[in-house]
């Protein structure tokens, strides 16, 4: 992990409230970053915000050297985050967390169930799964249609189903209410978003083997101020999930 | 260069920058950014006598220009600290400060007397004001003859020196700080944090799952500076600082106030090098200031001089 | 638009917003940047009985969210007031809410009576917390006993609804709380600013010239919401809620923790046209969070509904 | 007195850590303003700097809309006003305070006497003053020769002098020595500067009519909070700086 001042590439809203931003990161730290990692991001300096904000690898591009990442503006650190303009630098911990742990599986086809902001970090973890001939379903959940993005990125990998709640868009309805009424068909499934949504994954998903990425607030974002905590399955210890997660065995915590 | 080492019981500091207890769990983490032989020593995560899960999440709140906690003293127990933790601070060159906390007198003499069995720490942080736990904690550190019979109790259950660690959410923190240098306190580390809340307006509750919070960072430094040189001229033992600092300038704004040494807590969250970098640069800003030394410069915000 | 009345003892109130005591000196500054009819009420400097000079100078510090003030009370006495201030707030349609200070129980008495020949203040705040002045003041808002008397007199020399401004540098807000309750005070307003330094390092010594400073603004908002929650499940008297609020949020938090009004302090200086705004983008904000009126949203940070 | 969000038309650095910079203010707005007037200044939005920060008046260009500002970079918020660039804009009270009453005096020959950051708003000071014919003679002092400025500016006046306490530049010394060395002759003099430097004026010039400007840490800045206070000769009333001042008469108030 390392404190890295990385310059804004470029900057720019891809849906309502959603701005995708590219930073250029030295190749050597891009090559150890694995799909479900996160950026941890100073807001700005001086005292007033004295946390950072964790936010998912949304994308590499080792060629060109650039990071990406997807957020939506949601209080005031990602506002702030949002009025960064290219050629400005943001202060970054990176990398943070562990990852999908795609080199110890063996899977043939893969489901990716993504929730709003829950969908960027699973782009990548795409790209990946695609580079080993994974074949690939994705269902992505969105509040309504002004939110929807990277659908047709997705489509690249393969069949893409898009939700909305209120059917402005795509499917009306929630991403598993998709996964049963398509009688979707894969050997594991690898889900980001709301806890809702994952609750909702965790328990309709049983059977299937899968892996969850979890949100929690934080302060160190390394490990060391027991903040973002989740209880494992059997409540008997705390992960953190800024160090042992954010991305977990569907069946290892209790959420 | 200027001479930045500090002596004080059971303390011999290279410098006066220390991490906060509870902000540096047991350095592990930290150790990734910067080798710890650095720092002038650790405060290491409190320690109870058993496990503890701690709070509910949310644990955390962002405040302008501070942070709210309520983690709840989740640590493994003190014999697992001992045996799992104590042994990694060991490779390095650092006096390594317990922080010893529990719900009872019995329990914190409980952990005092076990910690006996290591040669790994220095001294006793006795954590009297842990505002996130429902019970003790707290009250030890608002009432002065609570405060003082677990320090005597801590003192002689101990083998290093003990260091009281006052909470600031007190009426008279001068009554406490005396009242507890009279049980025999070796020495004082303060602040720890003022009790506050966040409420979430969308969940119409408090945001934290244990509704108060601990209250840290530059938002609250005034108050420890305050309380510091308060405290400066009514007691003999030193005092260990800490309350907000991000800066070399703040670290000499409480070494003026009267701590002899600091400690850096919150700050690590937004910059995991603030200590190292703080300690790189304290001798240029001892300069500036005209300091010779950080000695020279504890207490000399009390009058000329 | 969402009702945003509230009716206090006293306060017949348009809104929830006013400017807090000391910020607003007695309102013709501010009067030439919006008209002072739009604010909920006003609550004006503090009232000596005899014109007072206050501290030497530094009397302000910015510190991190927050600002130190030592005024130490300067206001031009009661009489004065009278005649030559309030006057000019009658040519407004907005309640007035006297300010009343003092070294002595019969100072506060005497400023108190001598309200009485005055149509122009619809209550009193009794001000048992200002932490800048060497005597009286502070004590009586840290102890209960203290406070109880003093609310008891002034209260019965008054003429209008007390409210009893309350310290937050005390251990326990609600032993105080309650005891002013008892003791017959007609609403609470709360926190006054919390005891606090700076020390200017180039001089080496404390920057104010009154060594210790009020520290209000942002930095203290999550001390001020802890208390104000804890104050309204102890109490059955309204509360008027105070510190670090800049924003409608600020707002909204501090009614959800049981404040039935706000007033506003620091922000003042930061944007004279505060009040003014917040006033005006309260509706939108009310119906963000889907409170049908300010009324609605009172208290409402306390369990679920 | 208003609030105005000025666009910084430009920014540059003329002297050690000074800066100048030219607001774009609208006309009706600069009309009002007097020299020894100050704008109240933001140092940013957010709430990590709470108070604003009292800037002389240094220029007015009214045919251009412009008002000029020189600051020194002294603490945390002139270090950020520092940064910023043009375009960018900044919001001011103005104006604040009482400026010189020129138009009440009878004046011949004034002696202008600024020390450091006392000197951009006689700069302003002179230009009125020189149009009203009234001869105008400097007095300038600097610490060292790095914070030199304006000197050619004001030697379009008239008579100018500089002194640095160094002697790194023009007399060594304070600008009283150079106000006996040369026996200056003035019938009102007018002075900006530190404490230490009026103090002395105050006192070698205790037979002249003059008006001094002083400085306090202000919380308002328009005469609200009571924090900017100067007691008067006789010590029995405080005047507020922000409101009864900067400017006053120099045998008005006890320094
Ligand atoms: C591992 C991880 C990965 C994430 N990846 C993304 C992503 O790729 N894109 C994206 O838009 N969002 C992501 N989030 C959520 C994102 O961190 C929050 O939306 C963001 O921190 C909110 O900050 P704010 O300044 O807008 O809100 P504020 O309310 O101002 O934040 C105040 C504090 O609360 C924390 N906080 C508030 N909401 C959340 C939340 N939902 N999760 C964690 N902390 C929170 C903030 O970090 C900050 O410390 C991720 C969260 C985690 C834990
Ligand atoms: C009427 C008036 C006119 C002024 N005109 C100029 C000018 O034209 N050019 C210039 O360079 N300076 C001027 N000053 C001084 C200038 O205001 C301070 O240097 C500046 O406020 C320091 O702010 P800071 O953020 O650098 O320091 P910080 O130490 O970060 O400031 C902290 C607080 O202290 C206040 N403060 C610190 N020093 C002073 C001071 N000397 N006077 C008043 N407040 C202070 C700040 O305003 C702020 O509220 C003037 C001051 C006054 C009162
Ligand atoms: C997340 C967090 C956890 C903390 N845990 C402890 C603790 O276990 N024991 C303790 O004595 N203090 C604890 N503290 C208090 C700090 O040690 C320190 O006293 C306080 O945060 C003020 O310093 P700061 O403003 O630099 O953070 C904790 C503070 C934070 C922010
Ligand atoms: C400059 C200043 C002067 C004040 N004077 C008084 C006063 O005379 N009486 C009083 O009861 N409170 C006084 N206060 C306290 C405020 O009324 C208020 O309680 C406190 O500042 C918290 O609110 P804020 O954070 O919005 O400023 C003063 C505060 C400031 C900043
Ligand atoms: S955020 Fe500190 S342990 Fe996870
Ligand atoms: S700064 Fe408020 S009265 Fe002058």
Do not use: W
């Amino acid at each position: 992990m390392k404190v890295c001042e990385a310059v804004i590439d470029d900057i720019k809203q891809i849906a309502r409230d959603t701005m995708q931003v590219h930073l250029k990161v030295e190749a050597n730290i891009l090559q150890t970053i694995k799909p479900g990692q996160f950026v941890h991001i100073q807001v700005n300096n001086g005292t007033e915000h004295m946390l950072r904000r964790p936010i998912s690898v949304a994308n590499i591009d080792q060629e060109r050297q650039l990071l990406t990442i997807v957020f939506k503006v949601f209080g005031q650190g990602t506002a702030k985050l949002a009025a960064y303009e290219a050629e400005q630098s943001i202060n970054l911990l990176i990398p943070c967390g562990q990852g999908y742990p795609i080199e110890e599986l063996q899977i043939k086809k893969a489901l990716l169930i993504g929730g709003g902001i829950g969908v960027p970090p699973l782009y990548y973890l795409a790209r990946q799964l695609a580079k080993k001939n994974i074949e690939i379903i994705s269902v992505l959940g969105f509040q309504t249609q002004a939110d929807v993005f990277y659908q047709q990125d997705f489509e690249a990998f393969g069949q893409c189903f898009v939700t909305t709640m209120d059917g402005s868009y795509g499917y009306k309805g929630v991403v598993t209410d998709v996964i049963k009424q398509e009688h979707l068909l894969f050997d594991y499934y690898f889900s980001c978003g709301p806890t809702a949504m994952l609750r909702a994954v965790q328990t309709e998903l049983t059977n299937y083997p899968g892996y969850i990425s979890l949100e929690e607030r934080m302060g160190c974002g390394i490990g060391a101020c027991y903040a973002c905590v989740v209880p494992s399955k059997d409540q008997a210890t705390y992960k953190k999930i800024c160090q042992d997660g954010p991305v977990f065995r569907a069946n290892e915590v209790s959420i | 260069m200027s001479d930045l080492t500090v002596q004080l019981p059971g303390l011999d500091l290279k410098n006066p920058i220390m991490p906060a207890s509870g902000c540096f769990s047991f350095g592990r983490e930290y150790s990734k950014f910067y080798c710890l032989s650095q720092l002038g020593a650790i405060m290491i995560k409190a320690a109870t006598a058993d496990k503890r899960l701690g709070n509910a999440t949310p644990r955390v709140a962002e405040t302008h220009a501070g942070m709210l906690n309520a983690i709840g003293l989740q640590n493994p127990g003190v014999e697992a600290i001992i045996d799992h933790e104590l042994p990694f601070l060991q490779t390095f060159d650092v006096p390594v400060i317990a922080n010893v906390a529990g719900s009872t007198i019995e329990e914190y003499e409980g952990v005092a007397r076990a910690l006996k069995r290591t040669e790994a720490i220095s001294a006793i942080e006795l954590n009297i004001s842990c505002p996130n736990v429902k019970e003790g904690g707290v009250q030890f550190g608002t009432r002065p003859e609570l405060a003082a019979e677990v320090t005597q109790r801590v003192k002689a259950a101990s083998h290093v020196p003990v260091y009281v660690k006052l909470s600031p959410n007190v009426t008279d923190i001068v009554e406490i700080a005396q009242a507890v240098e009279q049980a025999g306190a070796d020495g004082l580390t303060m602040i720890n944090t003022l009790t506050g809340m966040k409420i979430d307006l969308k969940k119409r509750q408090p945001l934290l799952a244990n509704q108060v919070g601990g209250l840290s960072g530059p938002a609250i430094k005034p108050i420890a500076i305050r309380m510091i040189y308060q405290v400066y001229q009514a007691v003999d033992i030193p005092i260990i600082g800490m309350g907000g600092i991000t800066s070399t300038d703040d670290v000499i704004e409480f070494l003026l106030a009267g701590a002899s040494a600091v400690a850096i807590g919150t700050a690590n969250f937004k910059n995991p090098l603030i200590c190292s970098e703080i300690i790189e640069q304290l001798p240029q800003a001892l300069q500036k200031y005209h300091f010779a030394s950080v000695k020279d410069a504890i207490g000399k915000g009390h009058g000329h001089g």
